[in-house]
């Protein structure tokens, strides 16, 4: 489930943003100032669980969204971040994204435009992300990025491209639990959404193709590759 930090102090605009953002399965954290925000964002690198976006109002009570912003860049480069604001000149777009925003959204928008733009940006950092490693090794499992082979214990087994990058995604963060909903929006993308049962057809494939121990189902989440270091 990827985190998300919301700063919007618009009330009515906030609840309904919220609402539709956790409905499609998020982890949503909703500031209303610039204050809390800044003291949201330093708890979750405390706590080694950082947001994985956020979508920042420009005009807030205690300043504007694009000092916070600028603030966020100078320690973090990766985080996407999506501005939000009723300016519509072409000059203020140009003083988001050259601070750093990966994108920017004028008021009125739809929810859903806002949500696809959402996965794309988490899709875009997944696959950068994956970019970095030409190759994972996990016990008896090795990924090669370069060849997008995946060997299980010294054999090669055929993938096809969505099994292939399934395995890679959850084998990226071992250990780690994905929701269905994540792993669909990091896998599938926006454009070609199938239901959550596209999602165990392909873990049974996988099982099926490497051994049913490796990929585990962590009950009312979703999946994990579990991986033992020792």
């Not at 949503?28 to 979508?55: F, R």
Request: with cysteine; aromatic share 8%; net charge negative.
């Amino acid at each position: 489930m990827s985190r998300i930090l919301v700063l919007e102090d618009d009330k009515n605009l906030g609840e309904s943003l919220i609402g539709f953002l956790k409905g499609e399965g998020y982890d949503v954290t909703h500031c209303h100032n610039i204050k809390d925000a800044e003291e949201a964002y330093a708890n979750s690198k405390e706590i080694k669980s950082p947001y994985e976006l956020m979508v920042l109002d420009w005009m807030l009570p205690d300043g504007q969204g694009i000092d916070f912003l600028s603030n966020v860049r100078r320690s973090d480069k990766a985080t996407p971040i999506i501005m939000l604001t009723a300016r519509t000149e072409l000059i203020d777009k140009v003083i988001g994204l050259e601070s750093g925003a990966n994108d920017y959204m004028t008021k009125p928008f739809e929810p859903r435009e806002l949500i696809a733009r959402i996965r794309v940006q988490l899709r875009t950092k997944g696959q950068q992300k994956i970019e970095d490693r030409e190759k994972i090794i996990l016990g008896d499992l090795e990924i090669d990025d370069v060849k997008r082979e995946v060997s299980w214990m010294g054999e090669k087994k055929e993938f096809t491209k969505m099994e292939y990058d399934f395995l890679r995604l959850l084998a990226d963060s071992p250990n780690r639990a994905f929701s269905r909903e994540e792993i669909l929006n990091k896998v599938w993308g926006y454009e070609n959404y199938p239901s959550t049962r596209t999602v165990d057809t392909h873990v049974l494939q996988i099982r099926q193709k490497l051994t049913d121990e490796l990929i585990e189902t962590v009950r009312g989440i979703g999946y994990r590759l579990r991986f033992d270091e020792n």
